[in-house]
């Protein structure tokens, strides 16, 4: 009941906006006052910004699945931030810039939560935008989003740009249970269709070219059939990124130091998937009852993210990470379930 | 079944509202923050000048906007009226569910009985005539190779038949994207070097046109992203480039099924991200200008080739028989030349796609379906080229519902019965969407011929006198009924009026020079139809000059005659006569014209074949009154 009255809220909200629109024409030309002096470098703008953007390829291509997303340049060390997806779950990203070039990408790390990764490429040319200042942006604020949708660009092609208006910025989480979405925090809700197949990981810029947010996952609200459209804000993305770069980032296998007596998977009461890709993700395919694992709350289906706040991109890692623990030692996981994360305490 | 209607409605609203749902998040924001006292609307001159210039920009464009109906107001799509005599730019997926005639309606609340002139099933383009005025408002033409990424645009159109007074809807936006080729959808329909746009485009938007703002147009619309979201705009909306439309235009105005073109060689991009020649055909002009496999492509058209997309995007724009530019690198050196484009399709091809066409849309008028329905077309075609990833389909058509009165088109209600505006308008022939406006077009350029004179009256026997300028090398013909004698210093060879001159084609013989003059005589002295088969194919371009000419193909026996005149004063500037698809056409350039005892008459006719000249021919005399020697009254 509860949840239907948020749906329709959502219905009311949009129609509502529909149909005051012209009325308030001249409160839209005071607003965008500013808007006019750099109309004129609309085209300069975007150009630059579609520099910054990058096409992104990996896996996917089934079952609707898509294979491509988008990915935002930052700073001038080849660092790119974009969604974590399953488009992700390769061991190299293919990585097209605005010039054509073809680049794989490392994953430097991601941030669960936030339902953000970051990648890097060895190329020092590549110019990124600044996150030094977070730029907070105000609903009724004019946007530019720059994505690859629909994987319209392929090669030198350029990104595609379109315009929009923040129409609210709000948290995810009263849509719970209805809008599918790992992420649960604050987000800037658009007036235009950005969010496409493929756009996820793009650029939402402001009139002065400055990146204020990035393009989330496709979104749906499973019964109005109403697909949101939205971008994480900045200041969110700015958090994801310290935090993937400052530790929570997947440890070099050379760093990881095997124990003498570790723990293993298999003692955890614990079965995996069978491991049949190079990169299998580490999805719990069976709990012993009265394991380890079972009495720290583990269940079947349940996917491992994090050990320790260190990322955990394969069964094979999680195999090898477990190893470096003591087997007399407790930690912890992040794991996903259904649309949930949750960190679990494993005491042994 | 609720939420169907919901998305219904809320789709709609996104039509009408366009951009300026910014004052919702102020409401918003009321909500969150408490009361926000708005300033008083003041603004800036420079804001309102801005907004009197879209204003009237929109407004101009509007009057151009045609709302595109079956002849029982049923159905529905978009079109632009681009001159005053009635033509008006469509998709071919509009106006093929509605046969040869439609009506069209203007915003001046009227509508216009209309015919189809021709269509281009490839490239999704359909020319139709409006009748009934004079003064059809037409739309500025604007200039798509300066369309930029980022530049606001509008689309103006009928979208799910919201026009029932006939006033089109606006929608604003940004240009998206420039230069996108989309793979066709199924067989036909390849969209190349389009403009995307996130103007919303939706059903009934189709081959409405897509203005800059200044109000110019720059495209026309047809297609869009949709993909998992039902068919109403999701951002993606894909316009044909008004320079494909101009390209086409007279092709499309000559009442043909209008084709697109190959190069007669295909290409692939070699390891170093070059563009180079895969594979090539030993018939085509290609060929003959010295392409060869692996030769590298640096140019087609105007424009640098770095992909094999970029190559498909230019080669998209072009009509068939087009001859157009073209810079290679081959081992040695780059070399700059032009090549003939070979038809895409034969003609039983083409036949084919368009019965395709209507046995898809049949039965007519389609029934409406909920607009969050999904389209057939929706499913993810497997047979793409890997990667492409582009699912996009061409807009429906959006279908009237006759249950609802008020959704009707207006009629024209006349209680008595009228004379049908359009009646001897239409003829049907294998090839054409309309003959009538073939013959039509050929008309035109006779008219314009008789102020050169009255050729008619010379005689059937002609002697032509003169020579190679500055090689003294004299030149005599005489040319009848009986032969073709031509005589260059000492050597003279003969040929038959109207057939056998293949054979000397292939060799290369200066010959050929006589026999662009025999058709020459006998267009003038007889007219094209008494050669053969004459077909106005429309208008393209020709080497070495500016602008484009009218073209006509005579077939005559064993070879046709391709006849090129200026689109001012309907002179003949070029003939071409074929041979086979594997020898090179004669050319024959005439260069400069002078008045003889009233008739316009050739001074200076140039002999080619591919790209060489072989010689000039300075015409110093020109006898027209016949000998009669050896011809009994």
Redesign the interface.
Known sequence: MKANRHCCRW?V?????????????????????RD?KV?IS??????TS?EKVVKL?GAGGVK?L???QSGVLFGNSGYILTSWSTVLDVAKVRVVTFD?RRLDATMVGMDPQNELAVLKVDDAGLVGFELSETTAA???Q?V?AISN??????????C????G????TTPLTTRRGKIKSLYQGKVYVL????N???ASGGALIDLQGRLIGMIGKEIRDE?????LNYALPLDVVKMSVDRVLSGNTSVADSEIKAVAQPHRVSDLGVTLIPDVLSKTPPYIDQVRDGSTAQKSGLQTNDLILLLNDQRVDSRKALEKMLASINRADSFYVLVQRGQELMRIHVRP | MEATKTQAIISIALVLSGWSSAQFSTRCSAQEQGPVSLPPPQPEPGVVAAQQQRIDAMKKASLATVAVYGTDGQGGGSGVCISADGYVLTNFHVSSPFGHRMRCGLNDGKMYESIVTGVDPTGDLAVLKMVGREDFPAADIGNSDDVRIGQWCFAVGNPFVLATNLQPTVTYGLISGVRRYQYPSGTILEYSDCIQTDAAINPGNSGGPLFNIRGELIGINGRCSFEKRGRVNVGVGYAISVKQAMNFLWQLKSGRVVDHATLGFTVATDTKGKVTVSNILESSDAFRRGIRYGDEILRLGDRDVATTNQLKNILGIFPDHWRIPIRYRNDDETIDTFIRLQSLHLPSELEEIIKGEAAQRQPSPPQRKPPGDKLPEDKPSEDKPAGDGKPDTPIPTQDNDPSDPSKLAPNTSNPEPKKDPLEGMYAQKRGFSNLFFNRWEQDRILKLQAQDGKWNETSASWKIVGQVPRENIAIDMNLSDENVLFRMEDKSDTVHPRQGWPQWIKQRSPIGIAMGMRIWQEWHRRGPRSMGDAVYLGRNPVVGREGLLDVNRITVSDFDAMVYTAPTNGQIELIEILSDNQTDPVEVYFEQYQNIDGRLTPKLVRLSYGMETKFLFSIDQFETKGTEEGKGL
């Open positions: 219905t909200l949009f129609i509502l906006s529909m149909l005051f629109s012209p009325v308030h024409c001249c409160v839209n030309a005071v607003e965008n006052k006019i109309e609309n085209e300069s703008l975007i150009a579609q390829y609707g898509e294979s491509y054509g105000r609903p009724g004019r530019f949708l629909f994987g319209i660009a392929a090669g030198n092609e350029s595609s740009a379109q315009k208006v923040i129409m609210a007036d235009v269709v950005t496409n197949p493929g019964q109005a059939g109403i697909w």
